[in-house]
């Protein structure tokens, strides 16, 4: 794959990673505000949404630098971002049916990223 076409690919996965994980966290606040007992906020909410946000530009700063980073940042900055979201998507799971789905369809994206970052030639 020339190098171009592996960052758009790369980049466009990234906002599919994205998009889902702004739809499982809609859909979670919408399950919440509908079942009291579902609100789980580990601790400290404040510091909870500040890692939250962190952890959640991740996907959205890689859809940029997927296309501007030089070949070998690139292949390694989109692995290690790709392995540290399925992390955050595993680490902040839940069972509800959508979440499950939204996640799979994530954790899918992140490992073909995986895939393709690893296999990148340059040229």
């Known amino acids: 794959m020339k190098y171009t076409d592996a960052k758009q690919h790369i980049s466009a996965l990234w ?7 702004i739809f499982a966290d809609v859909l979670s606040i919408m399950l919440a505000l509908t079942d009291k007992s579902r609100i789980n906020i580990i601790g400290d909410a404040t510091t909870t949404m500040a890692i939250a946000a962190i952890v959640t530009n ?6 940029y ?11 390694i900055v989109n692995i290690i ?7 955050y998507i595993i680490g ?17 994206c992140l490992i073909v990223i ?3 970052a690893w296999r990148w030639k340059e040229g």
Do not use: C, Q, W
């Not at 991740?58 to 859809?63: D, E, F």
């Not at 509800?96 to 994530?106: F, G, K, N, R, V």
């Open 92 to 108: 902040g799971g839940d069972t509800a049916p959508h979440y499950i789905i939204l996640a799979s369809i994530e954790t899918i």
């Open 65 to 75: 630098f997927s296309k501007t980073l030089p070949y070998r940042a690139n292949r």
């Open 114 to 116: 995986i895939a393709k």
């Open 15 to 21: 906002i599919v990673v994205m998009l889902n994980l």
């Open 81 to 87: 971002a790709a392995i540290l979201t399925i992390a």
């Open 58 to 63: 991740i996907p959205i700063l890689m859809v």
